[in-house]
């Protein structure tokens, strides 16, 4: 289920949404629409922040094409215990255990007990926020 992908309108893109760029999942951060020419639809020039990666990417597509959009699940893990930069988590679903890389800005705030975010998608977790500070 995590490997699922959708298919979107660019029209319905905005800031805050995800799509697919060169097979990474993205978030929009911005879009500029160039006035439609005379053969055709207005061009939409898509910027976005790779989720995993943090790289710029952009597309550049017609408004009324379709990209392909990551299905990304959201679920709660326990800090069990903190390494640097490494935090050791348990899912709050599954139990299962595993390590990820604590964000920058969450490094000084996370410790063990403390509830964290995750978002799940293609094959690839990441934390996004805290919850709780355990």
Not at 21 to 43: F, L, Q, W, Y
């Amino acid at each position: 289920m995590a490997d699922e992908i959708m298919f979107v309108s660019v029209g319905d893109l905005k800031p805050g949404r995800f799509l697919m760029i060169d097979g990474v999942p993205c978030r929009v951060v911005n879009m500029e629409t160039s006035a439609p020419g005379k053969h055709g639809a207005a061009s939409v020039r898509i910027t976005a922040i790779g989720m995993f990666d943090n790289k710029k990417r952009t597309l550049l597509k017609g408004s009324r094409s379709e990209v392909e959009a990551p299905v990304i699940t959201k679920r709660k893990a326990q800090v069990v215990s903190v390494s640097g930069t490494m935090a050791q988590l348990m899912d709050l679903e599954s139990y299962d255990t595993y390590e990820l890389p604590i964000p920058e800005d969450l490094v000084s705030q996370m410790k063990s007990g403390a509830e964290v975010e995750i978002i799940d998608t293609q094959g690839q977790k990441a934390i996004t926020r805290m919850i709780s500070g355990g």
